[in-house]
């Protein structure tokens, strides 16, 4: 609850707030399944809109959708309600907007390989160092030819017309294995298999779109249908990175605020890290260390906080963690780490209440008035108001249809990029093959022809072209979790 111009989220003996000016100093939500942390992270987001601060959280099990709807008294409620003594405790819905990268349960979420980078996609294609250079090297011809690369089909066609005609390029920019470019070529299918012929694409999402409040000045909460997403979890993990990433991009400075101008919900965090490279985890480390003079904070849950690395650990100021059970030495471990990330409480021992604690408590500690971790406290966290269950298909649907974003993300824009411009060459690769070859004189002024001109005379009388050609071997279904 929003109350007195502080977050309330749990009551131990007294109230526990998060600070509005420390909130973009991160956090961590932790504990087992089915002990309360969906509950934290709805109390948490319904606080942070009330305050008129946006809110991004990715919805893995499909039980948040719930936001959207106001709460239903029940004896139970009431007497929990009662025992915290929360007065004018009020069920409601907050307003949200949904999203779905398959364009199932919310607007389409498009981005163009370009904004991706080639540093993401690799990863998310799964490429040895080898593979992405040569990807990077496709993507630099590409920027230099002027072929926008926007979706998956831009890509193939740009891979198989450069694979045909390397070596028009390699002197310039170096060996273009084609072993390398086949395998590029398979990824990209295999890709699009997966989603990715969705999820690349225009019009891209405008992260600026996240940003919005409701007429009534409440923070918008932007809920990510991750049910399906998340059985694809390079898919998924590529996915957050590079929002945190556009965000980081897209924002400006702005040092510290009063309040965040975001807070971004990273569930399922061991995704992220669990094949991650040291060079991709020390960049998110980096991002999540400067992100917050944007105004972003970001608050990572886990099962346990030794999902998370250390670096990115050190960074997440205000924690909530709820009970870990502990039957084996690496659990007792995990325990014992998660105990030593707080600040201890004599009237406890961290270890302990870890193991003991109830669904619905919490060990919390969140940043005090003069910015430092307060002692930690074994406290209850507050129900929501909205309601705790899942909404249906008709729902989203209505949701999404009367919403002011509808008309500006539902219809696909197919531009003319890399794919079109490629086709343009080929015709005109024909059509030049097709004409009677004219005499010319050696007295004539001789015209200085462009790369790509070049590169169509030198096609002009081969057989076939690689565009079309059908490479249809799917990369390793185990490679994408399918």
């Not at 606080?47 to 990715?58: D, L, Y």
């Not at 945190?244 to 965090?269: H, Q, R, S």
């Not at 030593?340 to 500690?365: C, H, Y």
Request: glycine content about 8%; overall charge neutral; aromatic content about 8%.
């Amino acid at each position: 609850m929003y109350a007195d111009g502080k977050l309330w989220i749990a009551k131990a003996d007294d109230r526990i707030h998060l600070l509005p000016k420390y909130a973009n100093r991160h956090g961590l939500i932790a504990g087992a399944s089915g002990t309360g942390k969906t509950v934290t992270i709805k109390v948490m987001a319904e606080s942070f809109s009330a305050m008129g601060v946006p809110v991004f959280m990715a919805d893995i099990k499909g039980d948040v959708g719930g936001l959207c709807r106001a709460g239903k008294e029940s004896e139970g409620m009431r007497k929990r309600i009662s025992s915290l003594g929360v007065d004018g405790f009020v069920f409601k819905g907050y307003p949200c907007e949904f999203w779905d990268i398959y364009g199932e349960r919310g607007h389409p979420v498009r981005t163009t390989l370009e904004s991706m980078g080639t540093d993401l996609l690799s990863r998310l294609m799964g490429m040895s160092d080898v593979q992405a250079d040569v990807l990077r090297m496709v993507f630099r011809i590409c920027q230099d030819e002027g072929w926008g690369l926007v979706d998956t089909k831009d890509l193939r066609a740009a891979v198989s017309f450069i694979s045909e005609h390397r070596k028009d390029y390699e002197d310039e920019y170096g060996s273009l294995n084609p072993q390398s470019m086949s395998v590029i070529q398979r990824s990209v299918m295999a890709l699009e298999d997966a989603g990715g012929d969705m999820f690349f694409g225009e019009p891209a999402l405008d992260i600026r779109d996240w940003m919005n409040t409701a007429p009534d000045g409440r923070g918008m909460i932007n809920i990510l249908s991750g049910v399906k997403l998340a059985r694809n979890p390079e898919l998924y993990s590529t996915f957050m990175i590079w929002l945190m990433e556009e965000l980081f991009d897209v924002l400006p400075e702005v040092g510290d605020l009063d309040k965040p101008k975001l807070v971004f919900f990273f569930d399922e965090a061991h995704m992220l890290f669990s094949d991650s490279s040291p060079s991709l985890t020390k960049k998110v480390e980096q991002t999540v260390k400067l992100i917050r003079s944007k105004g972003v904070g970001i608050y990572f849950i886990s099962q346990s906080s030794s999902d998370i690395p250390d670096g990115v650990l050190a960074q997440l100021s205000n924690r909530v963690q709820h009970a870990l059970r502990a039957y084996t030495p690496k659990e007792q471990k995990a325990v014992r780490a998660a105990a030593e990330t707080f600040r201890s409480n004599p009237g406890f021992k961290t270890a302990d209440a870890i193991m003991e604690l109830a669904t619905g408590e919490a060990l919390v500690s969140f940043l005090d008035e003069k910015g430092s971790p307060s002692v930690v406290d074994r406290a209850m966290i507050l129900p929501p108001q909205s309601f705790l269950g899942t909404i249906d298909d008709e729902d989203y649907r209505m949701m999404v249809e009367s919403s002011t974003l509808y008309s500006k993300y539902r219809k696909r824009v197919d531009a003319e990029t890399a794919y079109e411009e490629l086709a343009k060459i080929k015709e005109a690769k024909e059509t030049e093959k097709e004409k009677p070859k004219k005499k010319t004189s050696s007295s004539g002024t001789r015209k200085t022809k462009s790369r790509t001109e070049k590169t169509v005379d030198r096609a002009i009388g081969n057989a076939a072209s690689a565009i079309g050609r059908g490479i249809g071997n799917k990369i390793s279904k185990k490679l994408f979790g399918r």
